[in-house]
């Protein structure tokens, strides 16, 4: 089940969350001690404003709440909201009063005894889980991984504790997000989501069942990702869970937040992840673990799509493929013979080494020289000062490929004062914005321009073809600057 936490401070409020959000959720948690005191008092009745079930919840602020009057009243008025129709009520472990208990019991609402941990996982946390269920209670356990040892002891839930049926595990945080998303393969009953992140790692639940069908994921699901860190921002989920969706492929791709590259590599044999796209700061990392690479790959150094094959894993570099493909045609037939690269960083290497596999010759400018001159050296390319960018206009065509640009950072420009003319051919490797002011200036004077947002899109489909086999749908219309209502 898709959980909406209702934020609002009315009910009012929070029935028109339900709403908005009815197409993606199967039940709600009414946070009473999120409501004003007078709707705290009227939220027996919540149940009958709702057709879909609902976890009645007061949370304390030791757990992430913000009721603060006694632990006296507060049990209280759980007591006397028990009264409503509600499905389920959680009652933290550590409450020790029978009558609220009881009186949960009598009504025939099922009780959720949580623990909430925003620091670590509890050492005996398999214990605690068998302990509860073993009073007929539904064990939820909300804690904090800090690394992918943690995540893989989440993970590992379910094997251990298959005899308890209903039970709910939570991973906060940045590293919990993977457990949010695959909560079915940690036998978690629910996963809960919210439409402002209050707690750390929740995302909406739009996105849960709209691009993630986090709620379809069985026993046969195929489980792929993209490790990194950071790794949340990253669009690639929006174009690999569409393009599963659009052959009818029983699989689903999450980011993984990595810091321990061996790890991942433990939870891929757990799950078992089948495939995975590798992003910054990992590409070279996941070199040793790789039994195939291909060509590109021991060139460039660096690998960003490892696949399972029989008894080994397998590292290509789409990157690679995605930014040379529509340049193949002007390669071969000369249009394009000569290009400045700016920029001497990973990125700059795979496009380096892709022109210069075409034939392509290439000056390397870089704000450092030492690394122009290393990566120049290694490709057999010229390298010169970011400095002297104007001395390559002659250049048929210009590859930007360093960080200034970047998002904040709009009003970057590494070679302000280069000057474009319609014969350059412009590529920007930045996606966000997509038109950079480097771009915008190359446009003005009418450059050929290619896009960093239609290179990640080409990489990503590449990728997908990788995982599945299957070329990716083509009249699929992906929505990378994914909006949520
Ligand atoms: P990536 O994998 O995205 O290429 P990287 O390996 O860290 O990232 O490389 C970043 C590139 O952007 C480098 O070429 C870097 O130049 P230096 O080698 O001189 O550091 C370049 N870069 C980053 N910020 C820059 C800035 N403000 N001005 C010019 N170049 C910049």
Redesign the pocket.
């Known amino acids: 089940m898709i959980c909406l936490v209702l934020t609002g401070s009315t009910l009012e409020e929070d029935i028109s969350l339900i709403t908005k959000h009815s197409p993606y959720i199967d039940i709600v948690e009414l946070r009473v001690d999120l409501l004003s005191p007078e709707e705290q008092q009227k939220a027996a009745t919540f149940p009958t404003l709702t057709t879909l079930p609902v976890i009645l919840t007061c949370r304390r602020v030791i757990d992430g709440g913000t009721y603060s009057d006694s632990e006296k009243s507060r049990l209280a008025l759980l007591e006397t909201l028990l009264e409503g129709n509600f499905s389920y009520v959680d009652i933290e472990e550590d409450v020790k009063k029978a009558s609220v208990l009881q009186k949960a019991e009598e009504k025939k609402i099922h009780i959720i005894r949580s623990v909430h941990d925003f620091v670590s996982i509890p050492t005996d946390l398999y214990h605690r889980i068998t302990k509860i269920a073993s009073k007929g209670h539904i064990p939820k356990m909300a804690v904090t991984p800090h690394s992918m040892l943690d995540v893989i002891q989440l993970f590992r839930v379910e094997k251990e504790l298959v005899h308890v049926k209903n039970k709910i595990i939570v991973g906060m945080g940045p590293y919990g997000i993977a457990t949010r998303i695959l909560y079915k393969r940690l036998g978690s009953m629910l996963t809960y989501t919210s439409v402002n992140e209050i707690a750390p790692g929740q995302i909406s639940p739009q996105v849960m069942k709209t691009v993630y069908r986090a709620d379809k994921v069985n026993e046969r699901t195929h489980i792929y990702g993209i490790i990194g860190d950071p790794v949340l921002h990253t669009r690639s989920p929006y174009i690999q869970n569409p393009g599963f969706d659009g052959i009818k492929f029983n699989a689903i791709y999450v980011p993984f937040l990595v810091d321990s590259v061996r790890s991942f590599f433990v939870l891929a044999e757990l799950l078992p992840v089948y495939g995975f796209s590798v992003t910054?700061p990992h590409k070279q990392a996941v070199l040793p673990y790789l039994g195939k690479i291909t060509r590109e790959v021991k060139q460039i150094g660096s690998c960003n799509t490892v696949v399972r094959a029989k008894n080994l894993w397998k590292g290509t570099n789409t990157d690679y493929y995605g930014f040379i493909e529509p340049l193949l045609p002007l390669l071969q037939d000369g249009r394009i013979q000569h290009a400045l690269v700016v920029?001497?960083?990973?990125?700059?290497?795979a496009v380096v080494w892709a022109l210069r596999n075409y034939g392509c010759k290439v000056t390397i400018i870089?704000?450092?020289i030492r690394?122009a001159k290393s990566l120049a050296e290694v490709t057999m390319s010229n390298y010169d000062s970011?400095d002297n960018a104007k001395l390559y206009e002659s250049s048929d065509l210009i590859v930007q490929?360093?960080?200034?640009g970047m998002g904040g950072?709009r009003d970057?420009d590494?070679i302000k004062d280069f000057e474009f003319t319609p014969v350059h051919h412009v590529y920007e490797?930045i996606y966000t914005p997509k038109y950079t002011k480097m771009l915008q200036r190359a446009k003005e004077k009418g450059a050929t321009l290619y896009f960093g947002i239609d290179m990640l899109y080409r990489q990503g489909t590449l990728q997908f073809e990788n995982f599945t086999g299957y070329h990716y749908p083509k009249r699929l219309e992906i929505d990378l600057d994914f909006k949520e209502n």
């Open positions: 910054v920029g001497a960083g990973g990125a700059a290497r870089n704000r450092d690394k970011l490929t360093t960080s200034l950072e970057g590494p490797l």
